[in-house]
């Protein structure tokens, strides 16, 4: 589906929301962040089950046989998807400080996030070798002024 087609649908969304009754539109809201998280993280590699994911976020139960790591995957990225929609309802621009704080969102109980990282890395199996440190943290800066400059 082209972005064209986004349009139009947001379009006739736009039109009949009002006619849509909040408790319905609650129920789809809730789903969807539901399945958002479940195939977000599984993409990563958790195994929790849609199921799974549901008692982990709706009722705040742990799953038994699973690594924290996982639970704490799905409370995350609940967290961090709770947060941006926050940020978008108060029209705040994308900027460092907000990407930064979704990563410690993103890593809580995990690992340490929200910084960058001082040590090279690489990614297995890939031809791309990533920046040294301070060519990333200099890019990153970069893309932001960048960013800021396009949008006034």
Same mark, same amino acid.
């Given at each position: 589906?082209g972005y064209p087609e986004i349009?139009?649908?947001?379009?006739?969304?736009?039109?009949?929301?009002?006619?849509? +009754?909040?408790?319905?539109?609650?129920?789809?809201?809730?789903?969807?962040?539901?399945?958002?998280?479940?195939?977000?993280?599984?993409?990563?590699?958790?195994?929790?089950?849609?199921?799974?994911?549901?008692?982990?976020?709706?009722?705040?139960?742990?799953?038994?046989?699973?690594?924290?790591?996982?639970?704490?995957?799905?409370?995350?990225?609940?967290?961090?998807?709770?947060?941006?929609?926050?940020?978008?309802?108060?029209?705040?621009?994308?900027?460092?400080?907000?990407?930064?704080?979704?990563?410690?969102?993103?890593?809580?109980?995990?690992?340490?996030?929200?910084?960058?990282?001082?040590?090279?890395?690489?990614?297995?199996?890939?031809?791309?070798?990533?920046?040294? +440190?301070?060519?990333?943290?200099?890019?990153?800066?970069?893309?932001?002024?960048?960013?800021?400059?396009?949008?006034?």
């Amino acid at each position: 589906m082209g972005y064209p087609e986004i349009l139009r649908k947001k379009a006739l969304y736009d039109q009949a929301k009002d006619q849509i +009754p909040d408790l319905t539109v609650q129920s789809y809201v809730k789903a969807f962040e539901l399945e958002y998280t479940h195939n977000s993280t599984a993409i990563e590699g958790n195994t929790l089950t849609l199921l799974e994911t549901k008692v982990v976020l709706e009722d705040g139960i742990s799953v038994g046989g699973k690594m924290l790591r996982e639970i704490y995957e799905v409370i995350n990225h609940n967290k961090a998807y709770q947060y941006i929609k926050s940020c978008i309802n108060d029209e705040k621009p994308l900027n460092e400080g907000i990407i930064k704080d979704i990563h410690a969102l993103l890593t809580e109980n995990i690992m340490v996030g929200g910084v960058y990282r001082n040590v090279e890395v690489y990614i297995s199996g890939a031809a791309h070798t990533p920046p040294v +440190p301070n060519e990333m943290y200099q890019q990153v800066k970069n893309f932001y002024a960048d960013l800021a400059e396009r949008i006034t």
